[in-house]
C-alpha cells in the first residue's frame, strides 16, 4: 500500500529525513518509534502532505500512485489519514460539520452522494460512544478548549467515520490518562482490518500493551536503524534508544 | 475647510424647489452652515483615513443634472421581496423619501398603539444640523421620519426600517433623517437595512437619532448591502438614560465607501451598551466605523466588538473611542477589533482609543490583525476539504462570533446568506 523509498526530506535548511525507506502492506499495523527530534513527526507530516517539508530525494508511491504529486485535500479523499499530535484548535468551525464534510468530500471523490443527515448523525453517534465522546462534543467548535485527551479521542473520532485505508497516528497516546489511552485503543483496534494499514507513530511502548504492533520500527537521525517485530518495542523500554543507535553503530 | 466645493447656486436652487413647509426655514440655516463649512476634510483627525472628494464628485454631478430624484415604483418588487423575506413590520424610505404606511407580514396587523410612526413636520421636529454632513443633510432633507415606542408597544415582531435607493442612469443623492423615541420602559427591536441599486454613482447620507429612555431596552441592527459604485455617509447618535440597555450590531458588507460614525451618550447612571460589528470588504472598497462612547457619568458598562474580514485591494478603519469624563466613576468600558487579512493589497487602520479623567474605572482595548492560521488550514486539507473550502470555513468561522449573537432571530436566516454570499465572492478571487 505505502511503500517509502530513501526519502530524505528537510525544514529550511535543516535536513530531518535521510534516505528512510519502509513498506507497509494492507492489514498491517506498524509501530515508528525513536527518540525525540528524530523525525518520526516529520515523515508523519511529509506523507499527509504539509508544504513546510521539502521532499529533496527519493520517493513515496501509495497504491502504485506517486503520492508526492498530490495535495493534502487529494491524499485525504484517497484514504490518509493523519492523527495530530497537536491536534489544531479552530474556534468558530463546528465539530459536526467538519466531520460531515472530511465525509463528503470523500464520498463526492467516489462518485458517492452526500451522506444522509440522519444516517451521519447516527453513525457519529455510534463511534462516540466507542470513544467514550459526550455528543455534546459535535456542536462545539473543532478542538476548541478540548483537554489533551479529548483532542486525542476527537482525532480517533475522525479516523472512525472516515474509514481510511491508510491510518498515520502521531503521538495519539502522548499525553493520555490512563482511561483515554485504553479509549484510543479501543477505537484503533475497531479499524483494524485486512485491507487497512496503520502506522503508530510513538515515543513510548505503552500504547502497544494495547494495540499490537506487526511490526516495530526505530528510526534515528532521519533513518530507520533497525525493525523487528513487537518483542523489539519491550526490549527499547528496557534498554533505552542508546542501545540501537550503539548497535547501529558497532 | 475651504466651502462647499459644490457650485452654490445649483445647490441653493435644489434647496428652494423642496416644499415649502415647516422645514423650510431649518432647510435655509443648514445650507448657510454647509456652504461655510462644507464637506470635512482629511486634515480633519475624524476624517483622516476617508477621503470625501468622490461624495463632492457625485453632489456636483447631481446638482449639475437637475438634482433630480428617480421614480422609485420600480423599486417595488425589490421592497416587496425583502419585506417578505424578514419577519417584521416595515416602514420604507426610498430614495430619501417616507413612504406612507406600514409593510406588515401577510395576514397580521399592524404595529399597535404603542408604536407611532409620523414625520417630522407632522411632529413638528427640525433636524439638528451641529455635526458634519448633518447640515449638507439637513439643508436637502424632504422629511424625516419620527418613531415613538412607548412601554406599552408589542415586541412580538421587530421594527424594520428599509433605507432603499436606486439611481437611474444619472448619479444620484439621497437624504435620510431618522428619529425614534423609546420611552421609559420600551421594549423594541430594530433593523435597519440600508440597500441601493442602480448602475449610476451614488450618495446616500443619513442621520439617525436614537432616544433611550429610563428602563428601555433596545436590540438594533443595522445591516448594509448597497451597490458595488455606491456611497454611504451614516451617523447614528444615541442617548441613553437611567438604567437603560442599547444593544447594537452593524454589518457592513456593499459599497465603494462607507463611512459610519456611532457616538452613544451615556448621560445617566446604571446604563448598559454592548456593540458589535462585522465588515467584509473586498476589491475597490473603502468601509470606515467610527463609534464613539461618552461615558458622562457612572456606573455604566459599554462594551465594542468589531471584526474585519478584508480581501483584494481595499481598505478598511476602525476607530473605536471611549471618554471617561470626570466623575463616571463605576465606568466599564472594554473595546475590541479584530481583522483578518485575506489578501496582500488590503489594509486595516486600527485604532482604538481611551479617554480617562475619572478614577475609579475599569477599561480595555485589544486590536489584532492576522491571516489565515497555516496550521488550521493544513488540518482541515488533511480532512478532504478544498483549500478553497477550507479557506471559506476558516473565514466564516472568523466572523461567527458577531454574526451569531445576533438579538433578533428574524433576520438571521437572511443575514446568514447575504455574509455567505459575500464571503464566497471574497474567498473566490483571493484563493488563486
Given at each position: 500500500?505505502?511503500?517509502?523509498?530513501?526519502?530524505?526530506?528537510?525544514?529550511?535548511?535543516?535536513?530531518?529525513?535521510?534516505?528512510?525507506?519502509?513498506?507497509?502492506?494492507?492489514?498491517?499495523?506498524?509501530?515508528?518509534?525513536?527518540?525525540?527530534?528524530?523525525?518520526?513527526?516529520?515523515?508523519?507530516?511529509?506523507?499527509?502532505?504539509?508544504?513546510?517539508?521539502?521532499?529533496?530525494?527519493?520517493?513515496?508511491?501509495?497504491?502504485?500512485?506517486?503520492?508526492?504529486?498530490?495535495?493534502?485535500?487529494?491524499?485525504?479523499?484517497?484514504?490518509?489519514?493523519?492523527?495530530?499530535?497537536?491536534?489544531?484548535?479552530?474556534?468558530?468551525?463546528?465539530?459536526?460539520?467538519?466531520?460531515?464534510?472530511?465525509?463528503?468530500?470523500?464520498?463526492?471523490?467516489?462518485?458517492?452522494?452526500?451522506?444522509?443527515?440522519?444516517?451521519?448523525?447516527?453513525?457519529?453517534?455510534?463511534?462516540?460512544?466507542?470513544?467514550?465522546?459526550?455528543?455534546?462534543?459535535?456542536?462545539?467548535?473543532?478542538?476548541?478548549?478540548?483537554?489533551?485527551?479529548?483532542?486525542?479521542?476527537?482525532?480517533?473520532?475522525?479516523?472512525?467515520?472516515?474509514?481510511?485505508?491508510?491510518?498515520?497516528?502521531?503521538?495519539?497516546?502522548?499525553?493520555?490518562?490512563?482511561?483515554?489511552?485504553?479509549?484510543?485503543?479501543?477505537?484503533?483496534?475497531?479499524?483494524?482490518?485486512?485491507?487497512?494499514?496503520?502506522?503508530?507513530?510513538?515515543?513510548?511502548?505503552?500504547?502497544?500493551?494495547?494495540?499490537?504492533?506487526?511490526?516495530?520500527?526505530?528510526?534515528?537521525?532521519?533513518?530507520?536503524?533497525?525493525?523487528?517485530?513487537?518483542?523489539?518495542?519491550?526490549?527499547?523500554?528496557?534498554?533505552?534508544?542508546?542501545?540501537?543507535?550503539?548497535?547501529?553503530?558497532? | 475647510?475651504?466651502?462647499?466645493?459644490?457650485?452654490?447656486?445649483?445647490?441653493?436652487?435644489?434647496?428652494?424647489?423642496?416644499?415649502?413647509?415647516?422645514?423650510?426655514?431649518?432647510?435655509?440655516?443648514?445650507?448657510?452652515?454647509?456652504?461655510?463649512?462644507?464637506?470635512?476634510?482629511?486634515?480633519?483627525?475624524?476624517?483622516?483615513?476617508?477621503?470625501?472628494?468622490?461624495?463632492?464628485?457625485?453632489?456636483?454631478?447631481?446638482?449639475?443634472?437637475?438634482?433630480?430624484?428617480?421614480?422609485?415604483?420600480?423599486?417595488?418588487?425589490?421592497?416587496?421581496?425583502?419585506?417578505?423575506?424578514?419577519?417584521?413590520?416595515?416602514?420604507?424610505?426610498?430614495?430619501?423619501?417616507?413612504?406612507?404606511?406600514?409593510?406588515?407580514?401577510?395576514?397580521?396587523?399592524?404595529?399597535?398603539?404603542?408604536?407611532?410612526?409620523?414625520?417630522?413636520?407632522?411632529?413638528?421636529?427640525?433636524?439638528?444640523?451641529?455635526?458634519?454632513?448633518?447640515?449638507?443633510?439637513?439643508?436637502?432633507?424632504?422629511?424625516?421620519?419620527?418613531?415613538?415606542?412607548?412601554?406599552?408597544?408589542?415586541?412580538?415582531?421587530?421594527?424594520?426600517?428599509?433605507?432603499?435607493?436606486?439611481?437611474?442612469?444619472l448619479p444620484g443623492v439621497a437624504q435620510t433623517r431618522i428619529r425614534i423615541d423609546f420611552e421609559d420602559g420600551a421594549n423594541a427591536r430594530l433593523i435597519e437595512y440600508q440597500v441601493s441599486l442602480g448602475e449610476a454613482e451614488h450618495y446616500a447620507n443619513a442621520v439617525v437619532e436614537l432616544c433611550i429612555g429610563s428602563a428601555a431596552d433596545v436590540d438594533y441592527v443595522r445591516v448594509q448591502n448597497r451597490a458595488e459604485n455606491h456611497i454611504q455617509t451614516h451617523r447614528?447618535?444615541?442617548?441613553?438614560?437611567?438604567?437603560?440597555?442599547?444593544?447594537?450590531?452593524?454589518?457592513?458588507?456593499?459599497?465603494?465607501?462607507?463611512?459610519?460614525?456611532?457616538?452613544?451618550?451615556?448621560?445617566?447612571?446604571?446604563?448598559?451598551?454592548?456593540?458589535?460589528?462585522?465588515?467584509?470588504?473586498?476589491?475597490?472598497?473603502?468601509?470606515?466605523?467610527?463609534?464613539?462612547?461618552?461615558?458622562?457619568?457612572?456606573?455604566?458598562?459599554?462594551?465594542?466588538?468589531?471584526?474585519?474580514?478584508?480581501?483584494?485591494?481595499?481598505?478598511?478603519?476602525?476607530?473605536?473611542?471611549?471618554?471617561?469624563?470626570?466623575?463616571?466613576?463605576?465606568?466599564?468600558?472594554?473595546?475590541?477589533?479584530?481583522?483578518?487579512?485575506?489578501?496582500?493589497?488590503?489594509?486595516?487602520?486600527?485604532?482604538?482609543?481611551?479617554?480617562?479623567?475619572?478614577?475609579?474605572?475599569?477599561?480595555?482595548?485589544?486590536?489584532?490583525?492576522?491571516?489565515?492560521?497555516?496550521?488550521?488550514?493544513?488540518?482541515?486539507?488533511?480532512?478532504?476539504?478544498?483549500?478553497?473550502?477550507?479557506?471559506?470555513?476558516?473565514?466564516?468561522?472568523?466572523?461567527?462570533?458577531?454574526?451569531?449573537?445576533?438579538?433578533?432571530?428574524?433576520?438571521?436566516?437572511?443575514?446568514?446568506?447575504?455574509?455567505?454570499?459575500?464571503?464566497?465572492?471574497?474567498?473566490?478571487?483571493?484563493?488563486?
Amino acid at each position: 500500500m505505502l511503500e517509502i523509498s530513501e526519502l530524505s526530506a528537510s525544514t529550511g535548511n535543516t535536513e530531518i529525513l535521510d534516505g528512510l525507506s519502509l513498506t507497509v502492506n494492507a492489514g498491517e499495523v506498524h509501530a515508528i518509534m525513536g527518540p525525540n527530534g528524530s523525525g518520526k513527526s516529520t515523515l508523519a507530516q511529509v506523507i499527509a502532505g504539509h508544504d513546510d517539508y521539502a521532499v529533496t530525494g527519493g520517493s513515496v508511491t501509495y497504491k502504485g500512485s506517486d503520492l508526492l504529486q498530490l495535495e493534502p485535500e487529494e491524499r485525504a479523499r484517497e484514504g490518509i489519514f493523519l492523527g495530530f499530535q497537536y491536534p489544531v484548535e479552530i474556534p468558530g468551525v463546528n465539530n459536526a460539520y467538519l466531520l460531515k464534510a472530511a465525509v463528503n468530500a470523500k464520498r463526492k471523490h467516489r462518485g458517492l452522494d452526500e451522506v444522509d443527515a440522519f444516517e451521519f448523525l447516527k453513525l457519529a453517534r455510534e463511534k462516540m460512544a466507542i470513544l467514550g465522546m459526550d455528543q455534546k462534543f459535535l456542536n462545539r467548535g473543532v478542538n476548541e478548549g478540548f483537554s489533551g485527551g479529548e483532542k486525542k479521542r476527537n482525532e480517533v473520532l475522525q479516523m472512525a467515520m472516515l474509514e481510511p485505508d491508510l491510518a498515520i497516528l502521531d503521538e495519539t497516546d502522548s499525553g493520555l490518562d490512563i482511561d483515554a489511552l485504553k479509549a484510543v485503543a479501543k477505537g484503533v483496534n475497531a479499524l483494524r482490518d485486512p485491507e487497512r494499514a496503520i502506522v503508530l507513530v510513538t515515543h513510548y511502548q505503552r500504547l502497544l500493551d494495547y494495540v499490537q504492533p506487526d511490526f516495530v520500527h526505530v528510526l534515528s537521525s532521519g533513518r530507520i536503524l533497525r525493525s523487528g517485530d513487537k518483542s523489539l518495542a519491550l526490549e527499547l523500554e528496557e534498554k533505552g534508544y542508546d542501545w540501537v543507535k550503539e548497535a547501529a553503530h558497532a | 475647510m475651504t466651502g462647499s466645493s459644490l457650485p452654490d447656486k445649483a445647490l441653493a436652487r435644489a434647496v428652494q424647489s423642496l416644499p415649502n413647509d415647516s422645514l423650510s426655514a431649518t432647510r435655509r440655516s443648514a445650507l448657510a452652515q454647509f456652504l461655510e463649512r462644507g464637506f470635512p476634510t482629511t486634515r480633519l483627525e475624524d476624517w483622516k483615513y476617508t477621503d470625501l472628494k468622490e461624495v463632492a464628485e457625485i453632489s456636483r454631478r447631481w446638482l449639475e443634472g437637475g438634482a433630480t430624484s428617480p421614480e422609485t415604483s420600480a423599486l417595488d418588487g425589490e421592497i416587496q421581496r425583502i419585506c417578505s423575506s424578514i419577519d417584521a413590520d416595515w416602514i420604507v424610505v426610498a430614495n430619501g423619501v417616507i413612504s406612507p404606511g406600514v409593510i406588515s407580514p401577510a395576514g397580521t396587523s399592524h404595529p399597535g398603539n404603542g408604536i407611532t410612526v409620523s414625520t417630522f413636520s407632522e411632529s413638528s421636529l427640525t433636524p439638528a444640523f451641529d455635526v458634519p454632513l448633518a447640515d449638507f443633510n439637513a439643508a436637502l432633507l424632504t422629511d424625516g421620519l419620527h418613531i415613538r415606542i412607548t412601554a406599552d408597544a408589542a415586541n412580538d415582531r421587530p421594527l424594520g426600517l428599509l433605507i432603499i435607493d436606486r439611481t437611474n442612469g444619472l448619479p444620484g443623492v439621497a437624504q435620510t433623517r431618522i428619529r425614534i423615541d423609546f420611552e421609559d420602559g420600551a421594549n423594541a427591536r430594530l433593523i435597519e437595512y440600508q440597500v441601493s441599486l442602480g448602475e449610476a454613482e451614488h450618495y446616500a447620507n443619513a442621520v439617525v437619532e436614537l432616544c433611550i429612555g429610563s428602563a428601555a431596552d433596545v436590540d438594533y441592527v443595522r445591516v448594509q448591502n448597497r451597490a458595488e459604485n455606491h456611497i454611504q455617509t451614516h451617523r447614528t447618535e444615541v442617548r441613553l438614560a437611567t438604567r437603560s440597555v442599547f444593544r447594537y450590531s452593524g454589518f457592513d458588507l456593499g459599497g465603494q465607501l462607507v463611512r459610519n460614525d456611532l457616538d452613544i451618550e451615556i448621560s445617566a447612571p446604571e446604563a448598559e451598551v454592548s456593540i458589535a460589528g462585522l465588515y467584509v470588504a473586498g476589491d475597490g472598497q473603502h468601509i470606515d466605523n467610527h463609534v464613539r462612547i461618552d461615558h458622562q457619568t457612572g456606573p455604566a458598562r459599554s462594551t465594542q466588538e468589531y471584526r474585519g474580514i478584508l480581501g483584494g485591494r481595499c481598505r478598511c478603519v476602525w476607530n473605536g473611542k471611549a471618554i471617561v469624563q470626570p466623575g463616571a466613576d463605576g465606568t466599564d468600558a472594554e473595546q475590541a477589533n479584530h481583522n483578518l487579512l485575506l489578501s496582500d493589497h488590503s489594509e486595516i487602520d486600527a485604532k482604538p482609543e481611551l479617554e480617562i479623567y475619572a478614577d475609579d474605572v475599569k477599561c480595555s482595548h485589544g486590536t489584532t490583525v492576522g491571516q489565515i492560521d497555516d496550521n488550521a488550514l493544513f488540518y482541515l486539507r488533511t480532512r478532504g476539504l478544498d483549500k478553497k473550502d477550507a479557506i471559506r470555513a476558516l473565514t466564516r468561522a472568523f466572523g461567527a462570533s458577531i454574526v451569531s449573537r445576533l438579538a433578533i432571530v428574524e433576520l438571521a436566516e437572511s443575514l446568514t446568506a447575504m455574509v455567505e454570499a459575500r464571503l464566497a465572492e471574497l474567498t473566490e478571487s483571493d484563493s488563486q
